[in-house]
């Protein structure tokens, strides 16, 4: 094994690795959807290029041996593997190994409580309050309708993504929505004691929180690096049966209580059911 061959492997587990995170929609977990075409492009570019390099260099060595002379280039054109080459390739091919084989591809409860349940959609880097307020929007053209939520259908399927409807009635929404409705009166007046249906991770109770429990998303900015969880807290007289971390969707009504000088949201829950994680783990 020389040199050579070590530059060969690197980048050819490199691309092969970046390539499949993207293939496989894995990088989804670790980058925000703008550079997932990024990666495509630098796995793509790091196999082609393991290709030249294993065909250049091949040639540099030929030339090096053909130069017509009576003497033997070998020795003097083969490259010694110090110890400090095999640590340099050992840190470059460890990090992806670990990353293929032991990387779970989501954040463990460990990892969620570190970085502290953001619960005020203000403790968000990416959050900006609107200036004026919903009441303040330019006014409305002649036949425009606001839809009201809790008018809205209960067949109907399709429309704006936060006043999508389960099967039994109740909206469809994100934890963050209901972290966006707490910090905006309008839309937290439309959503108060309405039933939604929100899915997340559990977290069961702490302390004597016996009753109550937390339901999780992380919301990446960027990257895996500066996701933030973002959780909801679920009132229940029945704990689900699902493991730490596990997928559940709770359907419940919405309700928003001063905690300080915050509003904060929670679901009073009537049905929790356990799900499929959904394809996109994370929010955005």
Known sequence: M???FLTLVTLLLWGLLLTKFWATGRIESYLHPQFHPLVAISGCLLLVLAFLWWWASGRVE?????????????PEQRSA???????AFVLLLVPVSAATIVSPSQFGEAAVMNRGIVSDIAQLPSF?????GLEDAPPLQEGDVIPDVAEWPADREEGVEYFTRTPDGAIQLETLDLMFAAAEP???E???????????QYIPPRGKESGRFELVRMLMVCCAADSRPIGIGVVSAHLPQTARMGWIRVTGTAR??????????HLEADKIEEVPAPRETVLY
């Not at 030929?62 to 070998?74: F, K, Q």
């Not at 900006?128 to 004026?132: D, G, I």
């Not at 928003?256 to 949201?265: A, I, L, R, Y």
Request: with cysteine; hydrophobic share 25%; proline share 6%.
């Open 190 to 200: 439309e959503f108060e004691n309405q039933r939604v249906s929100v899915t997340g």
């Open 81 to 87: 593997l110090s110890a400090g080459t095999i640590l």
């Open 62 to 74: 030929t030339s090096h041996h053909d130069c017509g002379c009576h003497h033997d280039h070998e």
């Open 186 to 188: 309008s839309l937290r």
């Open 2 to 4: 020389n040199r050579r």
């Open 128 to 132: 900006a309050p609107p200036a004026n």
């Open 256 to 265: 928003f209580t001063e905690s300080g000088d915050v509003m904060e949201p």
